[in-house]
Nanobody
Framework: VQLVESGGGWVQAGGSLRLSCAAS????????IGWFRQAPGKEREFVAT????????YSSDSVKGRFTLSRDNAKNVVYLQMNSLKPEDTAVYYC????????????????????WGQGTQVTVSS
């Protein structure tokens, strides 16, 4: 299983970035792809998750209305479009793969995911 994130960088507050997660090595229709982030000195935080087959999307309250998940099944890529970025969005962003069909509660935590990417840094300046 391989997950590769890209698209991170530096942006001013109010700007946008689109992160990509290229996935390979697993049975795609049976999995969900989640995004998490971790700021220095803080615990890893759930951002959003998308089911590969059903398109079911969960997202945290802190990003609702600003972040959007989408997927390109032909390319096996999941995108996290981040708009109206705030300095508190600064973190390393990780994508991870877990089993589809788990409860929302489980898929909103790291324990719902088996494999993780290496992360991509997002820095938002005020």
């Amino acid at each position: 299983v391989q997950l590769v994130e890209s698209g991170g960088g530096w942006v001013q507050a109010g700007g946008s970035l689109r992160l990509s997660c290229a996935a390979s090595g697993f049975y795609y229709e049976d999995n969900a792809i989640g995004w998490f982030r971790q700021a220095p000195g803080k615990e890893r935080e759930f951002v959003a998750t998308i089911a590969w087959s059903g398109g079911i999307i969960y997202s945290s309250d802190s990003v609702k209305g600003r972040f959007t998940l989408s997927r390109d099944n032909a390319k096996n890529v999941v995108y996290l479009q981040m708009n109206s970025l705030k300095p508190e969005d600064t973190a390393v962003y990780y994508c991870a793969v877990g089993r589809d069909g788990q409860s929302r509660e489980v898929l909103s935590t790291a324990r719902g995911y088996e494999f993780w990417g290496q992360g991509t840094q997002v820095t938002v300046s005020s």
